[in-house]
């Protein structure tokens, strides 16, 4: 349990911890060894660290602990999506998603609870910003996936998709993906981490310096700034073009592209002009779409386009040479599936009672 006198070493990156033993009088190298029970090994009581001497490890137990979200509920959809319902230590919840072979195993984690965007076809939405996690509240879904799945060892992708807006809470995501990068940890290269946005500017500069450097996704949704305004209301703040201006300079791999997410909504913006539109305004992008039909929720005042009508939209971009796939959507059954993520904060009935008071089941 953490209490007071503990350091929760759930927070620190390596060379924290390193710091950390150091002021105590312990070897720096011990701190490797704790890394690999943790994020390896999944072990999280200094007692079981049966590497380190049995004093060491009394000691280490007095000062650190390692916090760890519990699951309070466990949804597996039909296409084997899982939904993780967590608590984290102060009773808030969170979800994260497991979802398999898309071809790799992908997970789907959320940087808040709750998120302050507002964008109009989203559920979380309906939250408003709690609080932002942690970076060790970020790393920990990745702890409790592992073991809950029984995955310790295998090989996944993250994508930062679940709960909330990575880039209005900067600096807990960038520590979470140096925790999650590091050799002794999980090693999980930036490559395979994509992190999704709605383009908040002075973040997204800042994230073109870093030198651990996930892919970006842009949740753009709209090909004119009137209606981006509406369904993305930070493009008030932060325009398209701006926001297309910025992901020209934003410094790409090689063969990388940005990937833009457009949500489809039925005669709203899934129109052939808008493909149209959203041709021209991707020229000289290194760009990728991924077309998500709206996942319906009720609140929602939105509606899925038909498929002929997603496919009809996708045939514009693919004909003027765009990359385009659609997002099958996965656990829909259990509102895993994008923008249905919500939870209360509370202990009990969490997420349905919001749902409720919003008129659903
Ligand atoms: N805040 C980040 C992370 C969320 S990612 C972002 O906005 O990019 C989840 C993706 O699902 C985003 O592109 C989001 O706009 C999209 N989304 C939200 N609600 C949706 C819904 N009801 N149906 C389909 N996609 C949705």
């Known amino acids: 349990m953490t209490t007071a ?3 929760d070493a759930a927070e620190l990156e390596l060379e924290e911890i390193e710091s950390h033993l150091e002021a105590i009088g312990v070897p720096r190298f011990h701190a490797r060894q704790i890394f690999q029970w ?7 009581d200094f007692d079981a660290m049966t590497d380190l001497g049995r004093e060491l490890r009394a000691e280490l137990s007095s000062r650190f602990a390692v916090a760890t979200p519990t699951v309070a509920k466990h949804e597996r959809s039909v296409d084997g999506t899982a939904k993780f319902l967590l608590e984290l230590a102060d009773g808030h919840l969170i979800e994260s998603v497991f979802i398999p072979d898309t071809p790799q195993q992908t997970f789907c984690l959320s940087t808040q609870v709750g998120c302050a965007m507002k964008c109009a ?6 939250m408003g910003i709690i609080r932002n996690l942690t970076a060790g509240e970020i790393v920990g879904q990745v702890r409790v996936l592992l073991r809950e799945l029984h995955m310790l060892g ?3 992708n993250i994508v930062l998709m679940g709960m909330g807006e990575p880039l209005h809470n900067y600096d ?7 925790i999650l990068a590091d050799e002794h940890g999980l090693a999980v290269a930036p490559r395979r981490v994509t992190l999704s946005t709605v383009g908040v500017l002075p973040a997204l500069e800042r994230l073109a310096t870093e030198p651990l450097m996930p892919n970006l996704a842009i949740s753009l949704h709209s090909t004119t700034e009137e209606q981006r305004d509406r369904l993305v209301p930070i493009n008030r703040k932060y325009g398209l073009e701006e926001l297309l201006d910025a992901c020209r300079r934003f410094p790409l791999k090689r063969r990388n592209r940005i990937t833009f997410e457009y949500v489809m909504l039925e005669h709203v913006n899934d129109t052939p002009e808008d493909a149209r539109r959203l041709v021209k305004l991707l020229q000289g992008i290194k760009a990728k779409v991924n077309l998500l039909p709206l996942n319906a929720a009720p609140g929602i005042p939105f509606d899925r386009p038909s ?3 997603v496919n009809r939209f996708a045939a514009i971009l693919a004909e003027r040479g765009v990359t385009v796939s659609v997002r099958r959507s996965r656990g829909r059954d259990i509102r895993a599936a994008c923008g249905q993520l919500i939870t209360e904060s509370t202990r009990q009935a969490p997420g349905q009672r919001l749902a409720d008071k919003m008129g659903t089941k």
Request: aromatic letters at 10%; hydrophobic letters at 40%.
């Open 154 to 156: 295998q090989r996944f």
């Open 172 to 178: 807990a995501t960038m520590k979470a993906l140096r």
């Open 121 to 126: 076809f989203c559920l979380t939405a309906k």
């Open 5 to 7: 006198v503990h350091v």
């Open 307 to 309: 498929d002929e009508r």
């Open 38 to 44: 943790i994020y390896r090994r999944g072990i999280t």
